[in-house]
């Protein structure tokens, strides 16, 4: 199975498995692992996970190659805690918008209605939890 990695706004990582079921079933188990407040996901593409961890920004015809960080839409306006390392990524020390709450790193991949997420490639996983880990994630 393939799985997914969600970095706490403490900077530890899991590892999970992506949730299988239909699209909706997906979408809540997702919002879920987030956290219990989340309503609505928000797909962020932030830039150092691929200029500076090496991540693949495209999706490709491989499944799971390219990765995005997932987050709630909502969580500034829930006053949730800023989380450092996603902030870091996206580039927070740039433009002063920041990532909060618990995030999540899936796969993506092309599917009959455009693009869906994944869990990750087996191949890219332990390479984004061991960069993730270096750059600050992984703290405990």
């Known amino acids: 199975m393939k799985q997914i990695i969600k970095l706490s706004t403490d900077g530890s990582l899991t590892v999970h498995d992506f949730p299988t079921g239909t699209r909706s079933q997906q979408?809540?188990?997702?919002?879920?692992?987030?956290?219990?407040?989340?309503?609505?996901?928000?797909?962020?593409?932030?830039f150092r996970l691929y200029s500076v961890?090496?991540?693949?920004?495209?999706?490709?015809g491989i499944p799971g190659q390219a990765v995005s960080m997932l987050a709630d839409e909502e969580g500034l306006l829930k006053n949730l805690e800023v989380n450092p390392m996603a902030s870091w990524l996206y580039g927070t020390d740039r433009h002063g918008n920041t990532i909060v709450g618990n995030v999540l790193f899936v796969g993506e991949e092309y599917a009959c209605g455009g693009i869906d997420f994944c869990g990750i490639h087996e191949k890219v996983l332990p390479m984004l939890q061991q960069a993730l880990k270096l750059f600050g994630g992984g703290r405990r």
């Open 27 to 46: 979408s809540e188990e997702l919002k879920a692992l987030i956290g219990e407040t989340c309503e609505t996901l928000e797909r962020v593409r932030p």
């Open 53 to 60: 961890l090496g991540m693949t920004p495209e999706v490709t």
